[in-house]
């Protein structure tokens, strides 16, 4: 069973930081794409950050300077490193792994964190 759990959300002032986890159970971690998406009240879902099995990093333009994707494969860990947060920054964020493997592409979801941050 594939489980995604998240952690490290909170409620923050604008411009300080947090730190989100994300510890993946019944993938292959290694072997996944990890992202972050976050979804707004009102809004569609939409992509932070990514990291590929490869290391590559992609970020959205909102969030380029400020926060900062990473993974530690010993530990099937992703983490949202996430400095002067903004107000517009406040969104339930979601962990994604992504695994390729042929034609067919598998996609898991954790249950989101939630991240306020207050002007």
């Known amino acids: 069973q594939v489980q995604l759990v998240e952690s490290g959300g909170g409620l923050v002032q604008a411009g300080e930081s947090l730190r989100l986890s994300c510890v993946a159970s019944?993938?292959?971690?290694?072997?996944?794409?990890m992202a972050w998406y976050r979804q707004a009240p009102g809004k569609q879902r939409e992509s932070v950050a990514g990291?590929?099995?490869?290391?590559?990093?992609n970020y959205a333009d909102s969030v380029k300077g400020r926060f900062t994707i990473s993974r530690d494969n010993a530990k099937n860990t992703v983490y949202l490193q996430m400095n002067s947060l903004k107000p517009e920054d406040t969104a339930v964020h979601y962990c994604?792994?992504?695994?390729?493997?042929?034609?067919?592409?598998?996609?898991?979801w954790g249950q989101g964190t939630q991240v306020t941050v207050s002007s």
């Open positions: 019944g993938i292959i971690f290694s072997s996944n794409a």
């Open positions: 994604n792994a992504r695994d390729v493997r042929g034609s067919f592409v598998y996609s898991y």
């Open positions: 990291i590929t099995s490869g290391g590559s990093r």
